[in-house]
C-alpha cells in the first residue's frame, strides 16, 4: 500500500526505525559471498530489483490518498531468502523513487508495509510447508506461490490498516476501511502471478530458486 506524503513525522519515524533495523538485520544475515560467488545469482539479483521496481509502477489510486499494486514478494523470498529478499524491495523502491518524486520517508512506510511485513510471511509460510509431515512438489509450488502469495496480501492490509490506526490521521484509517475490500480482489491475481513464476522456476530452473530442494520433493526415499 503507497500513502501519499503525510508530514507528521508520527507517521513515518516508526517506519524509518523498523525499515533501518530490519535491513541492518538481514544485511548480517543474507549470504554475500554465495551471492557474489556465483555470476548468475547476481545477475537474477539486480534483474530482480529492476524488473520489481518497474512493476510496481502499475499501480491504482484511491481518491489520491493510497495506492495498491503487485507485490511478488512472495516469489522473491522463495527465490532468494527473506534476507536478500529484503534488500531486493528495498533497491526496488529507491529504483522506483527515480520516476517521481517523494520524500525518503514515504520509502520507509512503503518498505514496511509493502516488503518487511510481506516477506515476513512468506518466510512463516515457507516454514510452514517445511514443517509438513509429507512431501510434495504441488504444495510447495500452489501452497507457497498460490496461496502463500494471497496471504501476504491480507498481511499486507492488515498490517496497513493497523499502521494507520496507530500512527496516521482518523480521515485516512476511514476511507482504507471503506476501500479494504480492493485487497480482497487484489488476492486471486498476486497468487496467481507468484504461483506462475514459481511454478515456471522450479521445472525449468530450479537451482535459481533458493528455498526450493528438489531431492526433498522428487527423491522416493
Not at 514496511?112 to 512463516?124: E, G, H, Q, W
Not at 498460490?146 to 485516512?172: K, R
Not at 479494504?180 to 504461483?195: K, Q, S, V, W
Request: aromatic share 14%; hydrophobic share 60%; net charge negative.
Amino acid at each position: 500500500m503507497i500513502f501519499s506524503s503525510i508530514a507528521s513525522p508520527l507517521f513515518w519515524w516508526p517506519a524509518v526505525i523498523a525499515s533501518l533495523l530490519a535491513l541492518l538485520c538481514s544485511a548480517v544475515m543474507a549470504p554475500w559471498r554465495q551471492l557474489f560467488r556465483q555470476g548468475y545469482r547476481q545477475h537474477l539479483f539486480w534483474g530482480a530489483a529492476v524488473g520489481l521496481g518497474l512493476f510496481w509502477q502499475m499501480h491504482v489510486d484511491v481518491l489520491g490518498l493510497f495506492g495498491l499494486h503487485p507485490l511478488i514478494m512472495m516469489s522473491v523470498v522463495m527465490v532468494f531468502g527473506c534476507a536478500l529478499g529484503l534488500w531486493v524491495g528495498a533497491l526496488a523502491l529507491m529504483l522506483g523513487s527515480l520516476f517521481h518524486v517523494q520524500p525518503w520517508t514515504d520509502l520507509a512506510v512503503q518498505f514496511c508495509l509493502n516488503v518487511l511485513i510481506p516477506a515476513l510471511v512468506a518466510a512463516a509460510v515457507l516454514m510452514l510447508i517445511e514443517r509438513l509431515p509429507f512431501r510434495n512438489l504441488f504444495v510447495y509450488m500452489l501452497g507457497g506461490g498460490f496461496i502463500g502469495a494471497m496471504v501476504t496480501v491480507q498481511a499486507m492490509a492488515a498490517s496497513s490498516w493497523l499502521y494507520v490506526w496507530l500512527f496516521g490521521p482518523e480521515p485516512l484509517l476511514v476511507i482504507i476501511s471503506d476501500y479494504y475490500y480492493l485487497t480482497l480482489l487484489m488476492m486471486f491475481p498476486e497468487g496467481f502471478i507468484n504461483g506462475a513464476m514459481i511454478s515456471t522456476l522450479t521445472v525449468l530452473a530450479p537451482h535459481l530458486v533458493k528455498t526450493y530442494d528438489d531431492h526433498r520433493y522428487l527423491d522416493d526415499d
